[in-house]
């Protein structure tokens, strides 16, 4: 080693530096003063570190030694804690495996989940969970006290390229029913997600609470009712979506009704506030667990399910379809794809709606014209048919859909209906989803049973919904625009970017035939002559619908434009790009009332 010191200085002090330098680093040194070429003093390392006689030779034996030992590894205490390890990941007991089924044991579920290409299982949270109830008493024995993770997975991990929390219930420990620690660590789960601001998963396959062990959950603070709090405080947040694997009772049905998305597996799934057997006793009703909240009940009667899949492997493709058009959080805009042309060209459009307005036909042929192909998924399909609700894309860009569905009822719309398309819209403009509205409908259904029914309820949260709205809207007149229905399916009232109308379309607050007959049947009934009557009766129905036709609208600048309807899918990607970032403010309040 080569060291210069200020000039001035002897060679003496030089020699002295060089000797203390030497022994303190282990090295020979060179002290060179002032700009000298030549050292001026030099030291020999001797191998005597810190001065100390065959300190260096210890060292290098010591060195020596350590080379010709074997390589460390494992010792018998971690190997203990693998072996720990291995018996949590077995579940319970290998009956309760057996006994499974069709359905898939938890860890080999997360492996369908996480153990794809652009997937990944990152980490697992409380793996030793409730560990000391029950080892060694349960570990390797087949007795119902084992209680491996308390039952219950939670972690982070990578989806379809998206980092997102999990929680998975182990069938296998108590049929999945959860008790204090499980609960602990669901609670800090979705705690975590509000801090990360990302997507959850919920895997549920839950008996419910672990009723002989609820003292320390049920009723805590932190217990199993802060599940449902925190569902409440990552609503609109970020995306939860649930799919359920057997038959989630009670406090478990919760979860699903709470969480954004639900999907449930057909000849599998299962929710109900109470089991059959509680209600046989309650009630004296006798009824089977798929009678009583199987797939079918929530996705036609109650709408509690948005999708239902064929099987295991099918609901993870309708979870990862879902979340492509959900961004992480609501701060963030959807992800966008390239875009793609729609499975049918947008030039007969105008050939699919029909010209008679009562005449009957599929919006979803409309809707296919429109969109990219292969982009659509429909969610509660099965429920309130009058209305489609779906997410969509047009040229790559997500967009929420919400259509009257003139197959269905002539496309009025029924309590069931406007209550699925004001949460659909609630949905979408929580995380940020564009709307398309495509109206065709004579109305909201009258009578007494739909009034029984809660049609104005269910009403005013549709329209409530379209007027809380704030992302970027456009409204499509298709054909029929009758009373409220209008003002439900986004109409010039309700500030959205762009009413476009269809050279089919009608803007009234009834029909003709209503509106005649509702005006003029008294004079029409003056008339005895039935073929001049009939003749009086049909010129002012073509009166009454010169006034109410969509040129007259356009002409009166009622409507944003009217196109011919095969530029109608271009002129949507460019009004939805347009806006894009468009921003739009409601009123200062804490929340509006209307649930």
Partial sequence: MQVRIAPGASEEEAAAIAAALAEHLGDSVDVYVGSATEPTASHEYDGHADGRPGAADDATAADSSAATDEPLGPTDRERALEAEIEDILEGGPEKYREGLDEKLFVRDRLELWFGGEDDAFLFEDGTFAAFDDWHPDGAGEETDD????????TGGATFEGRD?????????????????KGVEKFLRMQQRALKTGR?????????????????????????????????????????????????CIAGAAYTPVFADFT?????????????????????????????????????????????VARDEEHARELAAQLLTYLPDNADEKPPQQAGTAPANSPDGIDAVVPERPNESYDMTDVIDRLVDSGSVLELRPEYGKEILTAFARIDGRPIGIVANQPAQRAGAIFPDAAEKAAQFIWTADAFNIPL????????????????????????????????????????????????AGIYAMGGPAYDPESVIGLPSGEIAIMGPEAAINAVYARKLSEIDDPEERAKREQELREEYREDIDVHRMASEVVIDELIPPSRLRG??????????????????KKHGTVL
């Fill in 164 to 180: 997102l929390h999990f929680m998975a219930n182990d069938y296998t420990v108590k049929r999945g029913s959860m008790a204090a």
């Fill in 263 to 307: 999907i449930m597996v057909e000849n599998m799934s299962a929710m109900a506030i109470a089991s059959p057997r509680m209600v046989q006793m309650v009630t004296g009703e006798d009824i089977s667990l798929e009678e009583l909240g199987g797939p079918q009940v929530h996705a036609r009667e109650s709408g509690s399910a948005d999708l």
């Fill in 436 to 483: 398309l509205y495509l109206c065709d409908t004579p109305g909201f259904m009258a009578g007494s049973q739909v009034e029984q029914d809660g049609i104005l309820e269910q009403g005013k949260k549709l329209i409530y919904a379209t007027s809380a709205a704030t992302v970027p809207q456009q409204t499509v007149v298709v054909r029929k625009a009758y009373g």
């Fill in 146 to 153: 084992r209680l491996p993770a308390d039952g219950l997975i």
């Fill in 199 to 247: 997507p959850v998963l919920y895997l549920m396959d839950s008996s419910g609470g672990r009723i002989d062990q609820q003292t320390g959950f049920f009723a805590n603070r932190e217990g199993i009712g802060k599940y449902y709090y925190n569902h409440s405080m990552l609503s609109g947040r970020v995306p939860q979506i649930c799919v359920l694997y057997g038959p």
């Fill in 571 to 588: 002129e949507l990607a460019a009004r939805f790009a347009f806006y894009e970032d468009v921003e739009k403010s409601l009123p200062d």
